[in-house]
């Protein structure tokens, strides 16, 4: 008996592990700017909002940039955050 009630999975997706997202900084100093790279669109947005609700609401964390690679065709994501003084 392996199958699942549709409710559980409903209410277990949000803590379903992610899919392959990779997180680079991209430039450093005052600004921070990090870019999230994945092939799924929402699991991509859903990496930048976790990681971004890991930074001090002072530095400003927002996501400041979504495109899609036309080169590699990966979503991006880009979120920049300021040092504080």
């Given at each position: 008996m392996n199958a699942?009630?549709?409710?559980?999975?409903?209410a277990l997706r949000?803590?379903?592990?992610?899919?392959?997202?990779?997180?680079?900084?991209?430039?450093?100093?005052?600004?921070?700017?990090?870019?999230?790279?994945?092939?799924?669109?929402?699991?991509?947005?859903?990496?930048?909002?976790?990681?971004?609700?890991?930074?001090?609401?002072?530095?400003?964390?927002?996501?400041?940039?979504?495109?899609?690679?036309?080169?590699?065709?990966?979503?991006?994501?880009?979120?920049?955050?300021?040092?504080?003084?």
């Amino acid at each position: 008996m392996n199958a699942i009630h549709p409710a559980f999975v409903t209410a277990l997706r949000p803590f379903a592990p992610l899919p392959d997202v990779t997180c680079k900084v991209v430039r450093s100093g005052r600004i921070h700017e990090l870019e999230f790279r994945g092939d799924d669109r929402d699991a991509t947005y859903r990496a930048a909002n976790v990681r971004m609700s890991q930074i001090d609401p002072y530095r400003s964390p927002a996501v400041v940039a979504q495109r899609k690679d036309v080169a590699t065709g990966e979503y991006v994501v880009l979120v920049r955050y300021y040092t504080v003084d």
